[in-house]
């Protein structure tokens, strides 16, 4: 089965990345050529959950490219406060609009919206499953800032287990020969297994570590991380991990001086302020980096009509349940049940987690 939506980065072929990320290069340095490219499109931006640089980026890629915006921010402020279903809600704006950008909370909730939409959904976010479009802005800002995507020492830093941005730089990075990470965590927020199983069949090569100053020197990329604290069960576990990195210029001293930082943003208090002037910090520039791989993305999936990208598998199951109580399907009762298989285990295609019989 065929779709024109992007859930996870995987979605693309290696080719239709490339071709993404070349040309966010072209659009940045021409951007007037591409002006008027999307002149009467309109782009929905449904988001559920906060956002800035998601949302802003979506919506001013939009009309950098010529397009206009609707939505919303706040899902209090539309019928989703009055109980409509996210069936129901994306069925009527694939109706308004010609592209869909949504951020859910709701593992999965991606794949869910895909199912009934006429035009394409980007994930912007699907709780801590899933933040394709954050990869694309991390690969385009690699590409540009180090001039290639292999070969790579990465360290990563911070909550790995809830990240999703981690996760999904992890399994695209892993495609590219010779990068190898360095996983710099608490044990309680060790990156999860089936990421570590992804890194396993790419043959690339990683640690688990704890201490960050420790395993700074080598690396080409340190990509720092906020704890999340939304995604903890208690406020006091949070508070047990939280500040136990911060990055400052006294770390900085042990790392390479064409060590690049980068960090998906918001920051709380993982890198000191003092950091930003350092000719190595990336992170904001990583954030207008985001925007034209946006607009690529945008142009392609609107633009291109053999855009297409191939669903994991499609096969329905019943009488089983997704063991994630914060997927989609167990909220959502109406889903279909849609599975693949890996290791000879049923895996829920919305939420990539595995399945049991009921
Ligand atoms: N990086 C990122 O997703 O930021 P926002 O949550 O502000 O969109």
Same mark, same amino acid.
């Given at each position: ?45 449904? !988001? ?9 980026? !979506? ?6 490219? /010529? /397009?206009?915006? $609707? ?12 109980? +409509? ?9 694939? /109706?308004? &609009?010609? $592209? $869909? ?8 909730? &991606? ?11 980007? *994930? ?57 990470? @360095?996983?710099?965590?608490?044990? +309680? ?5 089936? $990421? ?13 570590? !704890? ?24 406020? +006091?576990? %949070? ?5 136990? =990195? ?7 001293? =042990? ?32 954030? @207008? =980096? ?16 053999? =855009? ?5 598998? /499609? ?13 989609? @399907? *167990?909220? +959502?009762? %109406? ?24």
């Amino acid at each position: 089965m065929k779709h024109r939506h992007v859930i996870d980065l995987e979605d693309l072929t290696f080719m239709q990345l490339q071709h993404t990320i070349e040309l966010a290069g072209k659009i940045k340095n021409d951007p007037e050529k591409y002006a008027h490219v999307c002149d009467g499109k309109i782009m929905a931006t449904l !988001f559920y959950e906060p956002s800035t640089r998601t949302q802003m980026s !979506f919506q001013t890629a939009m009309m950098r490219l /010529g /397009g206009k915006v $609707i939505g919303f921010d706040n899902p209090q402020n539309s019928s989703v406060a009055k109980g +409509e279903s996210l069936k129901d809600t994306i069925t009527v704006m694939s /109706g308004y &609009a010609d $592209i $869909i950008a949504m951020r859910n909370p709701v593992e999965g909730s &991606a794949k869910a919206a895909s199912l009934y939409s006429s035009v394409p959904v980007i *994930n912007a976010g699907d709780g801590g499953h899933l933040h394709p479009t954050q990869t694309l802005t991390d690969v385009v800002t690699l590409y540009n800032e180090k001039g290639r995507l292999n070969h790579l020492k990465i360290g990563l830093c911070g909550d790995l287990k809830n990240g999703r941005t981690v996760h999904s730089l992890v399994k695209t990075m892993s495609h590219f020969e010779g990068n190898s990470f @360095v996983l710099i965590s608490t044990k +309680e927020l060790k990156i999860p297994d089936y $990421i570590k199983d992804i890194m396993d069949r790419s043959g690339c090569k990683y640690t688990e570590v !704890f201490d960050l100053k420790e395993n700074i020197s080598d690396l080409d990329v340190l990509y720092m991380t906020r704890i999340q604290r939304e995604r903890f069960n208690s406020e +006091e576990e %949070y508070q047990a991990q939280k500040g136990t =990195y911060i990055l400052d210029l006294e770390k900085l001293k =042990y790392a390479k001086d064409n060590m690049i930082i980068l960090h998906p943003l918001p920051r709380v208090d993982e890198i000191a302020v003092e950091v930003d002037d350092d000719p190595r910090a990336c992170y904001f520039k990583q954030a @207008v =980096y985001g925007m034209y791989g946006r607009m690529a993305l945008i142009l392609l999936l609107l633009e291109d009509k053999d =855009y297409f990208f191939h669903t994991k598998s /499609g096969k329905l199951t019943t009488h089983s349940v997704c063991s994630n109580d914060r997927c989609v @399907v *167990n909220q +959502e009762h %109406y889903l279909p049940r849609y599975y693949y298989k890996k290791n000879g285990k049923k895996i829920c295609e919305y939420c990539d987690h595995e399945i049991r019989n009921s």
